[in-house]
């Protein structure tokens, strides 16, 4: 894109604009000096390429938001992802990005809330949103979102846990036991027997839902998930310790709780890790490093390089202890 000089003194640059009749129609910038003509050149081809963007509809944009994210988000999140433009976006996907206006997207926020809980609106948004910013910086919208929805969990009892454990069958047995010692779904199902050793597991992936299917994935080394944590004797045996994906989990669970009354989640049986450690007075450092929480990760870091390693085991040994005691007397009575 270089300007020529035209006999009168000015400065020229021709720079193609579209094609008609098969034919390229170039746009022709005029200016006094050579850097001016360039310049203006250049902005000429920046507001033609936004132009073209803002062509686009909702759902080319957010396609292409999706495709272009794909080498750097999770599996699990582009699954998501991908889901959700065929689910909740309908008439406003049909719309060119040039026309929205604050307006439209309150209207589809609202619209929203009335058929989904507010973690999902917030979702939708948050890739509407991220998707439009991608092919035009420029666009922004005033809207309000729905108030966060406050999860109150229930933290089940010595009492239920043992009636959990009585009452189910492996592999959910074994799942139960690995989820009251504060395992995820998606890390007790990546759980491999040759991840334990000594008693000790090492908690380093984990299964999560793709776009072809559930995905064993490896935890970054950074992450306070990736951790060490005591079980009780599962036995020997070779591949995954519960050789099922986390859904097969939630499912069976239901079954069982559903049977026994009980309104608890899987899920739950981390906050009865958590409200364990509380009663037996285990410091919250030492709680979030068993369990995978992020607490004040620079700490975290100085527990668990070698300063204070005993005191870890130590508190490891007195919810296990507490553990076994609830697991047992399940077998032999209270």
């Avoid at 894109?1 to 098969?22: C, D, F, I």
């Avoid at 310049?39 to 272009?68: C, Q």
Wanted: proline fraction near 4%.
């Amino acid at each position: 894109m270089n300007a020529k000089k035209l006999p009168s003194g000015s400065w020229r640059v021709q720079v193609y604009s579209h094609t008609e009749n098969g034919k390229r129609v170039y746009e022709s910038i005029t200016a006094p000096t050579r850097y001016e003509a360039e310049l203006k050149a250049a902005e000429f081809k920046t507001k033609k390429k936004r132009k073209l963007r803002h062509d686009l509809t909702v759902s080319e944009a957010v396609e292409g938001y999706i495709k272009a994210k794909e080498g750097v988000l999770s599996p699990s999140t582009i699954a998501v992802y991908k889901k959700i433009p065929g689910r909740y976006y309908g008439v406003i996907g049909k719309k060119k990005i040039k026309s929205l206006t604050s307006e439209d997207m309150q209207l589809f926020i609202s619209d929203l809330s009335t058929k989904v809980g507010p973690k999902t609106v917030r979702n939708a948004w948050g890739l509407l949103a991220s998707s439009i910013a991608l092919y035009d910086p420029d666009c922004h919208f005033r809207v309000t979102l729905p108030a966060k929805k406050v999860n109150r969990s229930v933290c089940p009892s010595d009492e239920a846990v043992r009636a959990l454990l009585d009452n189910a069958r492996e592999p959910l047995r074994t799942a139960i036991l690995l989820g009251m010692r504060s395992m995820r779904r998606g890390e007790i199902c990546a759980l491999k027997y040759e991840d334990i050793k000594d008693g000790v597991a090492h908690i380093h992936a984990d299964i999560v839902a793709g776009p072809d299917g559930w995905v064993y994935k490896e935890l970054p080394k950074t992450s306070e998930s990736d951790r060490y944590i005591r079980v009780p004797d599962l036995g020997e045996g070779e591949g995954y310790v519960v050789p099922w994906v986390p859904n097969s989990i939630t499912k069976e669970f239901i079954k069982l709780r559903d049977s026994l009354g009980l309104t608890i989640r899987f899920h739950d049986l981390r906050h009865y890790f958590a409200s364990t450690a509380a009663v037996l007075n285990i410091p919250d450092i030492y709680t979030a490093g068993m369990g995978g929480w992020s607490k004040s990760s620079g700490i975290m870091k100085e527990v668990y390089q070698n300063k204070v390693v005993s005191l870890a085991d130590h508190y490891n040994d007195i919810i296990e202890e507490h553990l076994e005691k609830v697991s047992h007397e399940m077998q032999h009575g209270s």
